[in-house]
């Protein structure tokens, strides 16, 4: 065990990156079609997504940060471990909050509540089902609950990782990734 290399970073952020311009495209797409319909299911669902753009667009901009640090071998202040178990911590805590509120907020399981994009059921009125979602949105709303998770995912297992390289390697918490 000591003798784990981190080989393992660039390719957890690449995939921390990838997902996160995913999402960022998703979310970037609702929040347009939201706002030129003006067709909002609550304040609280615009507000949601304007989270997940914010946190999509903070892991794009690190992700690609560290990724060129990583390649580059840069030994700076912001190229270090300690930086980047920080990072993580912060962005694992932000996509875990945004996701786990996303579920709390976005009703219905698989989307299957309404045959068409009205909001009736078997004839009566579905109070549990957000009123103004169609299906196609409904599943929009659950990739990107979805794809919130797998970031989430995907930064818990970076950080502890990262963690536990640092644990069993000689290396002091100064020193960039691959220098």
């Known amino acids: 065990m000591p003798y784990i290399k981190a080989h393992y970073h660039p390719f957890l952020f690449v995939l921390i990156t990838m997902c996160a311009m995913a999402e960022l495209g998703l979310t970037a797409y609702l929040i347009s079609v939201g706002n030129e319909s003006h067709s909002w299911p609550s304040a609280r669902y615009h507000s949601l997504l304007i989270?997940?753009?914010?946190?999509?667009?903070?892991?794009?901009?690190?992700g690609v940060a560290y990724m060129l640090w990583i390649v580059d071998g840069a030994v700076h202040l912001l190229?270090?471990?300690?930086?980047s178990i920080i990072w993580l911590a912060l962005t694992s805590a932000l996509w875990g909050a945004a996701a786990g509120i996303m579920h709390g907020t976005r009703s219905g399981g698989d989307c299957n509540w309404t045959p068409s994009?009205?909001?009736?059921?078997?004839?009566?009125?579905?109070?549990?089902?957000p009123q103004d979602l169609s299906v196609a949105r409904c599943r929009e709303t659950l990739t990107v609950e979805a794809v919130g998770w797998v970031l989430f995912g995907l930064c818990v297992l970076t950080l502890l990782a990262?963690?536990?390289?640092?644990?069993?390697?000689?290396r002091s918490y100064n020193s960039s990734f691959y220098v």
Not at 162 to 170: D, F, G, I, P
């Open 51 to 62: 989270l997940f753009e914010f946190n999509a667009v903070w892991t794009t901009l690190f």
């Open 162 to 170: 990262t963690c536990l390289w640092v644990r069993t390697s000689k």
């Open 79 to 83: 190229a270090s471990i300690a930086s």
């Open 117 to 129: 994009s009205s909001g009736f059921v078997d004839g009566v009125l579905s109070c549990d089902q």
